[in-house]
């Protein structure tokens, strides 16, 4: 009995050797490009655990995907237990790559060997890429804030699932994607490919050369079909990088007005037809501004129409719109604005001219409504007549009891009658000055409520100053200003044109801060103590007050629009 169970288990000992555990390696191919993946399949026989050291893969592959599985079988009455992890990498150079071995516990792989090509180029017939990318910039020759359009063109001439682009990253400019993506379908050598064209514009901020990185496609080949079908392979695709030039604001360019690079701008009035104007009737001005190759907040305020105290002027807040196209943006500015004329006589409304770039012809242009004058007359008025009471001429002889009476009635009548145009004059002037009364209330109130906003904007500002955030502080700066001076200055220059006390230090304080702001590699670091302290001593005059008041309420419906 002894014996026996000894033979048995020197049996199972030799079965243990017999089925020691291994660890094996397989590439699904052992030649590829680069951009593409390749599936590592490691393989383990045995019951031994954890998982494998993929560490030394991550040198030259980037490991976009894992998946694990294990199976059982018995076979012959033995137990055999397997695992596999199916590894997908992606090179990251080309050339010939060793793989180390893997190990596992006590356990290791064999070394394999992968080739990894160049990418086919795009356009080649002997080797025509399934997918590649195309980008395109409509022009590399600008200048700073000018529109530039990038096309990005995917061409796919196979089924493509899970795809992803990296959207373009561009330091010291804005970008913004334009509309929705278009898809159709083009030959190049030969061969149908599916074209998905997306479309951004860039306006960089600043001059000098600069680069648009390449973008990246990440995306996967179509797989199987069923349940359990293996995902198609990974693929990855770079675009070409693009250089832009992008020049300073031309010297030409006059002062004080903002920079206006564009395809075209148009400046365009109305509202003003009307032939016959009196006091007390109500006009509205539209006028618009309209740039193609601009954003709608790039476009500069309206100046003021009218100073003349006989015609009172209630600008309405604008309506800024961008119109976006396949060749870029077209943006435009809408100002209303209600005149009421108080006086009678001859208004002058003054020209208005507004610099502009033109970026196909590379010369400066004005956009231009000329002086308009309106002749005000008169309000039309009416003057009530009284209606004539017939009278009876009184006989020589005595009156008679009949006729007293009847004389005594007329009397009577006149009085009822002055007493009931004198209520009802009355009531007309309440019904005048009542809703006045109410607009003088609300506008106090609005006041005094722009009065706190203007306070709380300067503690802001001069809290940026005091811990040196140059953009916060302008950005500040501009938001206080819109609130004190009306028309409000559109940048930090003209803030410094609307200062009278300590004119001298605003403008050197101003100056230094647009300076940094614009070009901050060429300036030392911005210190704003003494901004602050002239913000903190700053005192809002009458007229200034008067000038920053709220606007009174629309008279009309289309004015609130």
């Not at 030039?245 to 109305?270: E, F, M, N, T």
């Not at 719109?321 to 003054?350: D, V």
Request: charged share 20%.
């Amino acid at each position: 009995m002894r014996a026996l169970f000894l033979m048995i288990l020197l049996m199972l000992m030799i079965s243990d050797e017999a089925c020691a555990d291994s660890l094996s390696a397989n590439l699904d191919r052992q030649q590829m490009h680069i951009g593409e993946s390749v599936h590592l399949e490691l393989k383990l026989q045995g019951s031994s655990g954890g998982t494998p050291d993929l560490s030394p893969l991550t040198q030259d592959f980037e490991i976009v995907g894992q998946q694990q599985s294990s199976s059982i079988q018995i076979i012959n009455g033995q137990m055999q237990r397997s695992t596999q992890w199916q590894i997908e990498l992606m090179p990251r150079h080309t050339g010939r790559i060793a793989i180390p071995p893997i190990r596992l516990g006590s356990l290791q792989s064999q070394p394999l060997d992968l080739q990894v090509l160049p990418e086919a180029p795009a356009g080649n017939a002997q080797v025509a890429d399934d997918v590649f990318l195309n980008v395109q910039l409509d022009q590399q020759d600008v200048y700073v804030q000018q529109q530039v359009v990038l096309s990005v063109q995917l061409f796919r001439a196979i089924d493509l699932a899970q795809a992803q682009l990296t959207e373009p990253d561009v330091p010291h400019a804005t970008v913004q994607r334009l509309g929705e993506d278009a898809n159709y379908k083009t030959t190049r050598n030969g061969r149908t490919y599916i074209v998905t064209e997306r479309r951004y514009v860039i306006f960089p901020q600043q001059h000098g050369d600069m680069d648009i990185p390449a973008l990246r496609l990440d995306a996967r080949t179509g797989g199987g079909i069923g349940l359990f079908a293996r995902p198609g392979r990974m693929l990855r695709r770079f675009s070409q990088a693009q250089h832009l030039h992008v020049r300073p604001i031309p010297a030409q360019w006059p002062q004080g007005y903002d920079w206006l690079p564009a395809k075209h701008l148009q400046l365009s009035d109305s509202g003003l037809e009307q032939a016959d104007i009196r006091v007390g009737d109500a006009l509205t001005r539209t006028i618009r501004l309209q740039a193609d190759g601009l954003m709608a907040a790039q476009l500069p305020d309206l100046p003021s129409t009218t100073t003349d105290p006989g015609l009172k002027s209630y600008p309405d807040r604008p309506t800024l719109h961008n119109q976006q196209g396949k060749h870029g943006i077209i943006g435009w500015r809408e100002q209303k604005i209600a005149l009421m004329p108080t006086q009678p006589g001859t208004y002058t409304l003054p020209a208005i001219r507004i610099p502009w770039w033109d970026t196909t012809s590379q010369r400066l242009q004005w956009a231009e409504l000329p002086a308009r004058q309106l002749q005000i007359k008169p309000a039309a008025t009416a003057h009530a007549t009284p209606p004539v009471m017939p009278t009876t001429k009184p006989a020589a002889t005595m009156p008679s009891a009949s006729s007293s009476s009847s004389s005594s009635g007329g009397w009577r009548g006149w009085f009822w009658l002055t007493l009931l145009f004198a209520l009802a004059w009355l009531i007309t002037l309440a019904c005048w000055l009542y809703p006045r009364w109410q607009q003088k209330q609300a506008a106090r109130q609005q006041l005094r409520e722009h009065q706190q906003c203007e306070k709380t904007l300067r503690r802001q500002a001069i809290r940026a100053c005091e811990t040196n955030q140059p953009d916060e502080a302008a950005k500040a700066l501009l938001r206080w200003s819109a609130k004190v001076f009306s028309p409000a200055p559109v940048n930090l220059l003209q803030l410094a044109d609307v200062m009278s006390d300590n004119a001298m230090q605003w403008r050197q304080q101003l100056s230094q801060l647009d300076r940094y702001c614009y070009d901050p590699a060429s300036a030392s670091p911005w210190q704003g103590r003494d901004l602050a302290e002239l913000l903190k001593a700053w005192k809002p005059r009458a007229s200034s007050q008067a000038t920053s008041s709220p606007s009174l309420p629309p008279l009309y419906p289309d004015m609130a629009r």
